[in-house]
Each structure stands twice: as C-alpha cells, then as structure tokens.
C-alpha cells in the first residue's frame, strides 16, 4: 500500500459494462495516474440471453428498486472475468449504468464494490460518476482523461478528438499542448447522441439479432430523410456542451423509422448516430487533426463511411495509432482508478460541466 499511495507506476485492471450490454470488458493498464507506461492483457465476458434480458428489465431503475437479478448477474459476471486477472495491483470498477439523470434523481451505477473487492482480494474504486454529479456535473462522459493521456501517449501535437461509438456516442477534443487534463482548454468532451443502442433495439426486436453485423442490413437499405429531418428536431443538438443522455433518451427513433422496411430502418438510424456526431463537432473549438474512432460503431462500415463523408478531417479507426478500440473503456476505468487513489482529479469543466475538478470514486480496500 505504500508504493501505491507514494506515486509509483500501478498496473490497474478496468472492467466496463456498457450500455450496449453486450458484456463485460476487462483490461490491464500501467500508470502512475498521470502518464500510460504500458498496455496490458484484457478479456472479455459476453451475457447469455437470460442475463442480457435481466440487465434490460432493471434499465430505468432507481436505488430502492428492486435490482437484485440484475446486481446478481453485474456482480457475478465481473468476478467471473476479473479473477483471470491475479497480477492486478488495483480495480476500476464502473458497474452497469441503468439510469442516468444528473438534472434529476442523479446517477445509477448498479454494482457493489465492497463485495466485488472481498471477491477479488484486491482493492476495488467504484461509483465513479455520483461525485461529480452532486457537484453540479453531467456524471458523463468520464474517458476523456483517459483519451487526454492516449493523446500524450501517441505523440499528437494538434487538435485530435476521440469518438466512441458504444450504445451512446460521446466525442472528445483534446489539445495535447496542455500538460495536464484539468487545464483550461486541454478537453472538451459531450455525448453526440445516440449510436449502437437503439440500432441493436431494432434488430433484435424485428430479427432476433444482437446488433447490425458489419453494418450488412444497413447496406441494403436506403436513408429516409424524413424520417432523418425529424430526429434531428430534437433539442439536445442545439443544446450547448457539456451535455450527457441516457440509454434510452431518443427512445422516438424507434417510432420514426416504425413503418419503414428493416434495411431502411437500419440506413436511417444509422445515419441519425452519424449526423448527430457532425452536429458535436460544430460545437468543437477549432477542427481536429483527425477523428479516433472506438467502440463497436467502428466496425461499422455504414457508419464509418458516412462520418468520413461529413466531416472535414481524416476518420480512423483507434487501432491506427496502435490503440485497443474493444478496450479503450476499460482501460480508461483502469487509469481513472489510479487517480482516485492519488487523489487527481476525474472530471473538469470541461469534460462534464462540474463547477471545479474534482475526484469522483469510492475506495473498497481489502
């Protein structure tokens, strides 16, 4: 414990389960909470159907709600994985977000750290997001720290941004001269609007599918600019960052493309994710030098040729500057877990509109 507290370089283990529920996503990082020194193993736990379907009946749900099949199946699957993981010297645990209201009732991150550190024997940084939310901030996005060190750490000397495409989009500016994330300047992070959610609501719900492989179904179809024009209606766009949304925020794309055949259904919202992302980067200070893009939005050739075609900057996957698209998430719940433990901040104002930086996490030591 010594070393740890003094600053030494930690290898921390990040698991992320996301709003996509796919499953959890577990990765290794080493830092000293400031610089990345080394990427580590990672791993990967998909839910079966059962336990995907627990997840999605306590999507909504509040503290004081009855979580308990969901928490069974949070808790067990993390344990399951992260015990795959004994060089572990710290664990970031982000737990499963079922609902999200900064405005309102505040932040759920379902999952127990306590129980999850006595599983593990190691000790375990948790509920990240409920600090800055009773601060005053959005809770979201939480990476940005994280993609401000990937920054440092492949050597951009421009403005670069860093896109996640998972079951929300969430963009990321960064200006790498800044030497520190918290500085005036150095980032600018929103929630661009949704992205794979609602698609994987829609493919599952008319063909049984977990998600629009290889964007297959969106290329057949063609994009329904009517439908297009109304989802852009929504008032979140014109809304200033920093900003964050829900799960289930644009719960009318289902409705907009309801009559439409699957594939065009599929065009459409495809779309929808992209242009709200082009909507984000008007928000941006200056133009970036490229667009990183993580999470599984990535793999999606639709997509992707819609945002290169949209935007004036290179677009790229962040495995082309030597990055981990699938675990960039958990890596970054890795690196924040140190700097909760060193006391650095997590969030800025300009990361999630919190009024200072500050610290968010609960420490579960063994």
């Given at each position: 414990m010594k070393d740890k507290l003094k600053g030494a370089p930690l290898w921390a283990l990040g698991a992320m389960s996301g709003t996509s529920l796919d499953g959890v996503d577990a990765a290794m990082v080493q830092t000293?909470?400031?610089?990345?020194?080394?990427?580590?193993?990672?791993?990967?736990?998909?839910?079966?159907?059962?336990?995907?379907?627990?997840?999605?009946?306590?999507?909504?749900?509040?503290?004081?709600?009855?979580?308990?099949?969901?928490?069974?199946?949070?808790?067990?699957?993390?344990?399951?994985?992260?015990?795959?993981?004994?060089?572990?010297?710290?664990?970031?645990?982000?737990?499963?977000?079922?609902?999200?209201?900064?405005?309102?009732?505040?932040?759920?991150?379902?999952g127990d750290g306590d129980a999850l550190a006595?599983?593990?024997?190691?000790?375990?940084?948790?509920?990240?997001?409920?600090?800055?939310?009773?601060?005053?901030?959005?809770?979201?996005?939480?990476?940005?720290?994280?993609?401000?060190?990937?920054?440092?750490?492949?050597?951009?000397?421009?403005?670069?941004?860093?896109?996640?495409?998972?079951?929300?989009?969430?963009?990321?500016?960064?200006?790498?001269?800044?030497?520190?994330?918290?500085?005036?300047?150095?980032?600018?992070?929103?929630?661009?609007?949704?992205?794979n959610a609602p698609l994987n609501d829609l493919v599952a719900e008319r063909l049984g599918l977990d998600c629009d492989r290889d964007g297959a179904l969106a290329a057949k179809g063609a994009v329904v600019d009517g439908a297009l024009e109304l989802f852009l209606e929504e008032t979140y766009f014109r809304k200033m960052p920093p900003k964050s949304l829900d799960r289930d925020d644009f719960s009318l794309m289902m409705e907009l493309v309801r009559e439409l055949s699957d594939a065009d259904a599929a065009a459409t919202m495809t779309a929808m994710a992209a242009t709200a992302v082009m909507l984000g980067m008007e928000h941006c200070p200056g133009p970036p030098e490229r667009v990183l893009v993580t999470g599984g939005g990535r793999h999606n050739p639709v997509m992707m040729a819609m945002l290169a075609a949209g935007l004036d900057c290179e677009v790229a996957p962040v495995e082309s500057v030597g990055l981990d698209g699938d675990m960039l998430e958990a890596q970054a719940f890795a690196y924040l877990a140190v700097r909760v433990l060193r006391g650095l901040p997590t969030s800025a104002p300009g990361t999630t509109g919190v009024a200072a930086a500050v610290s968010g996490g609960q420490i579960s030591r063994v």
């Open positions: 000293d909470g400031q610089r990345i020194l080394a990427f580590g193993e990672s791993g990967y736990r998909p839910y079966t159907a059962p336990e995907r379907t627990a997840l999605k009946a306590a999507l909504g749900r509040w503290p004081g709600e009855d979580t308990r099949a969901a928490l069974e199946v949070v808790q067990g699957a993390h344990a399951e994985l992260l015990a795959g993981f004994p060089q572990a010297e710290l664990v970031g645990f982000h737990g499963q977000t079922l609902a999200h209201e900064p405005r309102g009732r505040g932040t759920h991150q379902l006595r599983a593990l024997c190691r000790d375990v940084v948790w509920d990240f997001r409920s600090a800055d939310v009773a601060l005053g901030g959005e809770g979201a996005p939480l990476a940005p720290f994280f993609h401000f060190a990937c920054a440092k750490w492949i050597g951009a000397t421009a403005p670069v941004a860093f896109l996640n495409l998972g079951g929300v989009g969430n963009l990321t500016w960064i200006d790498p001269s800044k030497s520190a994330p918290e500085d005036e300047g150095a980032l600018l992070a929103f929630d661009t609007g949704p992205a």
